[in-house]
C-alpha cells in the first residue's frame, strides 16, 4: 500500500483528530501534533554484534539468562512476550512477565551435536522454558531494577503442574505437566496474562491422524522428549492463563489448540470477551473465540476466519455437521482445531502471528511473516474491520494494507505493539541462517520499526533498531506512560558451531556467552513519539 492510503487507514495527521479521545486531543493543540517530524534519522540496516539504536534512545539490560530471581529459581532462556502490571497508581513499581519460548541444548544443558541426549540433560532444559515473573522497580534516576528475592519473584517452567479449565479430561486427565513454546501473549481486563503455547511438538511430538488410523499416530518431536517423559502431546498448545500476583494458572481448553502465537483479548460492554489468536505456521488460520457469558473462556464459540467469504465460521461440534461427522466431542474438535478449521472453510494465511487491536478505530491487525514455501519471504499485516465495528460480529472486511519489502522499509513482521499515541511498532523475523542473504539483502539484521501515526512523518517506517548478531527482537511492552519500551533481545549467537566458535558475545561483549536479555528502551526519541498527543 502506498503512503497515502497508509496514513488515511492509521488516521494520520488531522484524521487522528476524530478519532483520539477528546481528554488526550485536549492536552495537545492539533496544529503542532499535524506539523510534529520523527526528532531522528532512520537507521541503516546493518549486520553487526550489538543491539544498536537510532539517535534519541537508549537502553540497560533488565535480566539476563541465568541471573538469579530468588534463592532456588534463574531467569529462563530465550525470553520472549514481555507484559508489565503495575502495583501501583505512579506506575514506578510492578510485576514483569517473560515469556521464555524454548531453549538451545547446547547452552543450557551442555549437550553436543554428536551426542544423544540424556535424561539429565532434558532434565535441565525443562527449567529453562516457560515464563519469569520478576519484580521491577525504577530508582531515583528512573532507571528499572530487578527486586532480588521479592516475593512475588517466581518461575513456571516444563515441570509446573497446571489445570485445565474444561469440564472434561484431557487424555485421561484434569491437569498438564509443565508450559512450554511460550511464544507471544496478551493481558486480560483484570491483569491476569495469557501465555501462549506455540510450537509444542517441539517437545512431546504430535498425533498425525491423516495416515487414517484411528488413534492417531505418535510422532517424535524434535527434542526427544518424549523418549524419556511419556506426557500426551495433547497436554501442550493451548492458551494459558497465569495470575503474576499468585503464579497460579490455567490452560483454556476453549480457546482451541494449535501453534497459538498470541492471544488478544477484547473485552465487550456486557462483560463477554473476545479473543483473537493465531497459528503461526505455513497455511494455517487465524482465530477468534466469542463468549457466551461475562469474563468466561470456556463459556463461548470459537470460530476460524475464512477471507475469501468475510466470515467468521463456527467450530461448534454440534450445529456443524461436517465436524460431527469427523469428530467426536467438541473437546476433541478443539484438540484436533487444525483439523477441524479447514474442514469448515479456514482460510490458509501464511504465518498468522501477532494481533493488536487499534485503539483509536477498532481495528484488528494481524501479522503474516512469511510463507517460504509459497515464495512469500517479505510477509505483510494484514487489516481487519469487524462489520459495525463490532468484535463479536461474524462477518468481516479484510485487506492486506502494508506488504514487507525493500521499498516498505520491513520484512517478516511478527510482534506489534501501540504505544500512548497509536504509534505502531513492528519487530521483524528473519530466520538467523538467513540474515544477509539474497532473499534478506538490504534488510540487514532483524530490527525494530515505528510506523508514526501524527505529523509529517505519519505512514512512513522507521529503523529504531538493530538486534546483536543470530538474534530477534520480540516482546515489546510499553509502561503506562510510555517513557519505557521493554523489549526481548532473544537467541543471539544460536547459529554458532560450538561454545568454542561463538557467533556472538552480547551483551557482555570479549569473549563471553551470548546471553538472551530483557532490555528497557527509553530516551528523548521515544518520549517525543509515546507523548505527541499530551507533551
Known sequence: M????????????????GLAPGFILGCKSPEKVKEFAVPFANMEPIIKDDLLLADGFNYDVLISWGDKINADEEFGFNNDFTAFIPLNKAADDGLLWVNHEYHHPMFTSGQTAD??????????????????IIRIKKNKEGKWNLIPNDKYNRRLTAKTEIPFNWPEEIMGSKTAIGTMSNCSGGVTPWGTILTCEENYDMYYGERDFSTGVP????????????????????????????DPKTGKAQKHV??????????????LSDGRLVVYTGDDANDECFYKFVGSKPKSLTEGTLYVANLEKGKWESLDWESQAV??????????????????????GGSLLDRPEDIEIDPFDGSVLVSLTNNKPKGNYMGSILKLVEKDGKHDALEFTAETYYAGGVETGFCCPDNMAFDPAGNLWITSDISGSEIGTENYAGFGNNGLYVIPRHGKDAGKV??????????????PYFSPDGKTLFLSVQHPGENSPSMDELTSHWPEGGTSVPKPSVVCISGPSLEALTGILTS
Not at 551426542?115 to 519469569?132: C, F, H, N, R, W
Request: with cysteine; charged share 25%; hydrophobic share 40%.
Open 462 to 475: 522507521f529503523q529504531v533498531a538493530s538486534a546483536p548478531i543470530d538474534a530477534e527482537l520480540t516482546g
Open 254 to 267: 476453549g480457546l482451541g489448540r494449535c501453534a497459538h502465537e498470541c492471544a488478544t483479548m477484547k473485552e
Open 323 to 344: 465436524l460431527n461427522e469427523k469428530f467426536k466431542s467438541q473437546t476433541e474438535v478443539l484438540i484436533r482445531l487444525r483439523e477441524a478449521s479447514k474442514l469448515v
Open 115 to 132: 551426542a544423544p541426549i540424556t535424561l539429565e540433560q532434558i532434565e535441565k532444559d525443562m527449567l529453562t522454558v516457560g515464563g519469569s
Open 2 to 17: 502506498k503512503r497515502r492510503s497508509f496514513i488515511e487507514f492509521l488516521g494520520g495527521g488531522v484524521l487522528a483528530y
Open 215 to 242: 488413534e492417531g499416530v505418535k510422532t517424535p518431536g524434535y527434542y526427544g522428549w518424549e523418549r524419556f517423559i511419556d506426557y500426551p502431546t495433547e497436554h501442550y498448545g493451548w492458551v494459558v492463563e497465569v
